[in-house]
């Protein structure tokens, strides 16, 4: 049991069951053309490794980039960073899923895929774990969806507050005082 008042939200079962659901809508979307996974750091880590493990669909590169919208504490900027390494080479012509752990405002959605699909993908879809509805301030639509959550702050399973939490095997919110 977590300190510092954590509350469960969703426990490892049902993550289990999750990630194993997108991972067969997955595979019957890129059943023939195989696809390339990029996975948002730092959050979207664990469960991109578990979907990875679960997909059965041909992943053809596995790549990474940095969207960075918080500095510390809750509150996005509005304002998002990319930081990639990724080569264009990785991303043209090829079946692209971005793989997120957090939808909340839509800022990251809207600057990952103007980044990537700069690069020219074949496709370009967007899969994340959690969804906040409720915070949305732009107008995304993300094609596969984990769950969708209250408007709370999030913690475990890959997701932090200020770098901590990251490695709690289910997720974990903060009651309102
Ligand atoms: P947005 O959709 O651009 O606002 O940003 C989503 C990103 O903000 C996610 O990928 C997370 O990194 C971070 N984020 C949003 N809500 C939470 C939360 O409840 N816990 C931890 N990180 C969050
Ligand atoms: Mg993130």
């Known amino acids: 049991m977590p300190a510092d008042g954590l509350t469960l939200l969703i426990s490892q079962g049902e993550l289990r069951s999750a990630v194993s659901e ?25 469960f991109t490794s578990d979907l990875l493990r679960e997909l059965q669909a041909s992943v053809h590169r596995l790549e990474f980039l940095r969207a960075s ?3 510390s504490g ?17 991303i043209a012509g090829r079946h692209v899923l971005i793989v997120d752990d957090i939808a909340d405002t839509g800022h990251t959605f809207v600057a990952v895929t103007k980044f990537l699909g700069a690069m020219g993908p074949a496709s370009l879809r967007y899969c994340t774990l959690l969804d906040k509805p409720d915070r949305r301030e732009v107008d995304v639509q993300y094609d596969y969806v984990g769950f969708t959550i209250p408007n709370h702050f999030v913690v475990g399973y890959g997701m932090d507050m200020d770098e901590r939490y990251r490695g709690l095997p289910a997720v974990y919110y903060f009651p309102n005082p």
């Open 74 to 90: 809750t509150e996005s900027s509005g304002s998002v960073r990319v930081e990639s390494s990724v080569a264009e080479g990785a």
């Open 69 to 71: 919208s918080y500095g």
């Open 22 to 46: 997108l991972a067969r809508q997955i595979d019957r979307d890129y059943a023939s053309t195989g696809l390339v996974l990029v996975c948002v750091l730092k959050g979207a880590t664990i």
